[in-house]
Protein backbone atom coordinates (compact mmCIF):
# COMPACT_ATOMS: atom_id res chain seq x y z
CA UNK A 1 0.00 0.00 0.00
CA UNK A 2 1.02 3.88 -1.07
CA UNK A 3 -0.43 6.33 0.70
CA UNK A 4 -0.08 9.54 -0.93
CA UNK A 5 -0.90 13.01 0.66
CA UNK A 6 -0.70 16.49 -1.52
CA UNK A 7 -0.08 20.27 -0.31
CA UNK A 8 0.71 23.44 -1.39
CA UNK A 9 -2.56 24.32 -3.72
CA UNK A 10 -4.71 27.69 -2.91
CA UNK A 11 -5.48 30.96 -4.90
CA UNK A 12 -3.46 32.62 -7.38
CA UNK A 13 -3.34 35.50 -9.57
CA UNK A 14 -2.98 34.26 -13.06
CA UNK A 15 0.65 34.71 -14.22
CA UNK A 16 2.17 33.73 -10.99
CA UNK A 17 3.47 30.50 -9.60
CA UNK A 18 3.24 28.26 -7.41
CA UNK A 19 4.81 24.51 -5.68
CA UNK A 20 2.77 21.65 -5.42
CA UNK A 21 4.13 18.78 -3.15
CA UNK A 22 3.12 15.09 -2.58
CA UNK A 23 4.71 12.87 0.10
CA UNK A 24 4.62 8.98 -0.08
CA UNK A 25 4.46 6.85 2.84
CA UNK A 26 4.41 3.16 3.39
CA UNK A 27 6.92 1.99 0.04
CA UNK A 28 10.00 1.93 -1.40
CA UNK A 29 9.21 5.80 -3.30
CA UNK A 30 11.92 5.07 -5.59
CA UNK A 31 10.72 2.36 -7.28
CA UNK A 32 7.42 3.98 -8.03
CA UNK A 33 6.80 5.85 -11.42
CA UNK A 34 5.37 9.30 -10.02
CA UNK A 35 2.90 11.74 -11.96
CA UNK A 36 0.43 14.72 -11.73
CA UNK A 37 -3.12 14.62 -13.14
CA UNK A 38 -5.73 17.35 -12.83
CA UNK A 39 -9.67 17.47 -13.03
CA UNK A 40 -11.29 20.78 -13.91
CA UNK A 41 -14.92 21.12 -13.54
CA UNK A 42 -16.54 19.44 -16.18
CA UNK A 43 -13.65 17.71 -17.72
CA UNK A 44 -11.98 14.13 -17.73
CA UNK A 45 -8.95 13.93 -15.20
CA UNK A 46 -5.65 14.51 -17.40
CA UNK A 47 -2.30 13.76 -17.16
CA UNK A 48 0.40 16.83 -16.50
CA UNK A 49 3.64 15.79 -15.74
CA UNK A 50 5.43 12.34 -15.30
CA UNK A 51 8.92 11.30 -13.13
CA UNK A 52 10.13 8.37 -13.59
CA UNK A 53 12.54 5.88 -11.18
CA UNK A 54 15.57 7.10 -13.61
CA UNK A 55 14.24 10.94 -13.06
CA UNK A 56 13.11 11.22 -16.88
CA UNK A 57 10.33 13.67 -17.33
CA UNK A 58 7.08 13.93 -19.60
CA UNK A 59 4.88 16.86 -19.94
CA UNK A 60 1.65 17.39 -21.44
CA UNK A 61 1.96 19.53 -24.44
CA UNK A 62 -0.20 22.85 -22.86
CA UNK A 63 1.97 22.30 -19.56
CA UNK A 64 5.48 22.00 -21.57
CA UNK A 65 8.15 24.95 -20.45
CA UNK A 66 6.08 26.10 -17.32
CA UNK A 67 5.37 23.17 -15.27
CA UNK A 68 8.46 21.49 -13.94
CA UNK A 69 8.18 17.66 -11.93
CA UNK A 70 10.70 16.72 -9.59
CA UNK A 71 11.29 14.12 -6.96
CA UNK A 72 13.45 13.73 -3.58
CA UNK A 73 14.02 10.23 -2.70
CA UNK A 74 15.47 11.26 0.36
CA UNK A 75 12.33 12.82 1.22
CA UNK A 76 9.61 10.58 -0.36
CA UNK A 77 8.10 13.65 -2.27
CA UNK A 78 7.23 14.48 -5.59
CA UNK A 79 6.89 17.92 -6.56
CA UNK A 80 5.18 20.06 -9.25
CA UNK A 81 6.22 23.85 -9.81
CA UNK A 82 4.16 25.64 -11.46
CA UNK A 83 5.05 28.81 -13.22
CA UNK A 84 2.67 31.33 -15.60
CA UNK A 85 -0.29 30.19 -14.16
CA UNK A 86 -3.67 30.80 -16.82
CA UNK A 87 -6.85 31.03 -15.57
CA UNK A 88 -7.51 27.14 -16.98
CA UNK A 89 -5.05 25.57 -15.04
CA UNK A 90 -7.68 25.91 -12.71
CA UNK A 91 -8.31 22.65 -11.48
CA UNK A 92 -7.99 19.55 -8.95
CA UNK A 93 -4.45 18.40 -8.86
CA UNK A 94 -3.84 14.71 -7.83
CA UNK A 95 -0.90 13.30 -7.47
CA UNK A 96 0.00 9.16 -8.86
CA UNK A 97 1.79 6.53 -7.79
CA UNK A 98 2.96 3.13 -10.39
CA UNK A 99 5.14 0.27 -10.71
CA UNK A 100 4.72 -0.34 -14.47
CA UNK A 101 2.02 1.72 -16.04
CA UNK A 102 0.26 4.86 -15.51
CA UNK A 103 -1.84 5.95 -13.89
CA UNK A 104 -0.46 3.99 -11.40
CA UNK A 105 -2.86 2.20 -8.70
CA UNK A 106 -1.99 5.04 -6.04
CA UNK A 107 -3.93 8.57 -5.57
CA UNK A 108 -3.80 11.35 -2.96
CA UNK A 109 -6.82 13.32 -2.02
CA UNK A 110 -6.24 16.05 -4.43
CA UNK A 111 -5.52 19.55 -3.87
CA UNK A 112 -7.40 22.58 -5.27
CA UNK A 113 -5.41 25.11 -7.66
CA UNK A 114 -7.27 28.12 -8.38
CA UNK A 115 -6.04 31.03 -10.64
CA UNK A 116 -7.99 33.73 -10.53
CA UNK A 117 -7.54 37.77 -10.24
Known amino acids: QVQLVESGGGLVQPGGSMRLSCAAAGTMFSNYIMAWYRQAPGKQRALVAI???????HYADSEEGRFTISRDNAKNTVYLQMTSLKTEDTAVYYC???????????WGQGTQVTVSS
Open 96 to 106: NAGVNRLPGDY
Open 51 to 57: IGTHFNT
